[in-house]
């Protein structure tokens, strides 16, 4: 499929987002991969990053509006390259999608190394503040100045599943980062929001064994509903393609029926 031969979703989408510059971390997999192609078919100019260069030109398409730029975010000077090429690339960059992560060790905290909760959070946090942080200061030097920061949270920034306390810990943090980067872009027009996304239909969910028995609460397996993922990246650009007068904080988004809400 070639995005650029995709209809957009509403007549002149196309050209409502033909000026803007989406940039997604963690794109050549997963949701990015799916927010990456939505946003291409939107009509969006699309700087794609992550770490597998041939992932990243695969979920561009050969599309003349996007860019694939390889890059570790948990290295500054690879992140401040990343920026750097969009900026020369499209001119500037409206929105971050900050979105690369990784599930990280199955265990408690008492069950897993030092190493393994290191490398989560260097990855889900640390890199989510690294990209942010350059974001931030690329939105406030642009003309005009402002931006837009999305954070992948999870619902586990909500309640944890059995045995993710690395994962756990890691998104909880993403929403003090979330607040604190709205609170301090204020004054230079950005905004930031996260999304919570339980249960779309990715690889990872496939890993946690939803489709085949997921560890629950109370020591029992069960097989877990999805929804598909090209819903999760609709309203992640639904998020995106907000007005500057408009932001929203937080926003959750689960497959219906999914052990979440109640006592399961």
Known sequence: MNPEATPS??????EQY???????????????????REALATGYKVVLAGRRAAELIEAAQGSPRALCVPTDVCDPTQVENLFRQAVEHF?????????????????????????????TLAVNLTGSMICAAE???????????GGRIINNGSISAHSPRPKSAAYTVSKHAI???TKSIELDGRAF?????????????????????VNSGALQANGSLLVEPTFPVAEAAKTVL????????ANIGQLVVTAAGMPFVGRG
Do not use: H
């Open 9 to 14: 979703p509403d007549p002149g989408a196309g």
């Open 18 to 36: 033909a000026s803007k510059v989406l940039l997604i971390s963690g794109a050549g997999s997963g949701i990015g991969l799916a927010v990456a």
């Open 91 to 119: 001119g500037r960059v409206d929105v971050l999608f900050n979105n690369a992560g990784m599930f990280g060790p199955f265990g408690s905290v008492d069950e897993i190394s030092l190493a393994d909760w290191n490398a």
């Open 135 to 145: 974001a931030m200061r690329t939105m406030k030097a642009q003309e005009p100045q």
């Open 175 to 177: 929403s003090g980062l």
């Open 189 to 209: 027009g950005i905004s930031c929001g996260q999304i919570d996304i339980g249960n779309t239909a990715t690889a990872i969910m496939a890993d946690l064994g």
């Open 238 to 245: 639904y998020m995106a393609g907000m007005p500057a007068s």
